[in-house]
């Protein structure tokens, strides 16, 4: 399972564009790169999944340059309600054959006024 | 939209009580899964489950631990002789396939054990 290094803490302000980085050297072929979103005593939620170049949804764009060993998740315009951890997770679909997620300790972003 | 539904919120048992936490999937999704959190510490996985059995288990999923599906909706997860340091936050997770699809988390149970 490819491992991830990810920053501890990012601070923001509302409005703001925030982009948070993902190394994981290791990658294999298969692999794909999914982010959750966990609020305080709240489940993860899924937030998106791409496996080269960009994937966009409503709520983040996903940035995978050529060579699959980083990743940026980007959140545009942030607001206080985006204060969370961020996690970004490596694997055969977000996990093994079975699906298991394996967590990290994410980047815990904090969204100031 | 569909959500996964757990109770209790909150459970709190003596040490070396057994507890079950319940669970209700997402209603066509066909993996099940249940992940546990300490306190300050990262989600860990516990357990997968499809076609009405384990798929895959870690190393915290020993003897102490069971999970079940007594019908078509609730998959449960069962702590038998509970420790202190089973004391977490225990999430139960479902997804339709495991290949490319995300998996929904429920709200989580707090279990504290005294």
């Known amino acids: 399972l490819a491992k991830t290094t990810q920053p501890i803490s990012m601070d923001s302000y509302e409005g703001q564009e925030v982009n948070i980085t993902c190394s994981h050297n290791n990658i294999a072929t298969n692999d794909y790169i999914t982010w959750y979103q966990q609020f305080p005593s709240q489940g993860p939620r899924f937030i998106i999944q791409g496996y080269k170049t960009k994937v966009t949804n409503e709520v983040a764009s996903l940035f995978i340059p050529a060579d699959r060993k980083s990743s940026t998740l980007s959140l545009p315009r942030v607001s206080l309600s985006d204060t969370a951890v961020y996690y970004c997770l490596v694997g055969n679909a977000g996990g093994t054959s079975y699906g298991k997620l394996t967590f990290g300790q994410g980047t815990i972003l904090t969204v100031h006024p | 939209e569909p959500e996964v539904t757990q109770t209790p919120s909150h459970q709190v048992t003596q040490m070396g009580q057994e507890v079950i936490l319940r669970c209700v999937p997402i209603s066509n999704h066909l993996y099940f899964y249940w992940y546990r959190q300490i306190l300050g510490q990262k989600v860990e996985f516990l357990v997968s489950?499809?076609?009405?059995?384990?798929?895959?288990k870690s190393e915290i999923f020993d003897d102490q631990f069971s999970v079940e599906r007594p019908d078509g909706s609730n998959f449960t997860l069962k702590i038998r002789s509970t420790k202190l340091e089973d004391s977490a936050m225990y999430f139960c997770a479902s997804s339709v396939g495991t290949s490319g699809n995300e998996q929904f988390f429920g709200p989580g149970t707090r279990l504290t054990v005294l």
């Open positions: 489950f499809y076609n009405n059995e384990i798929s895959e």
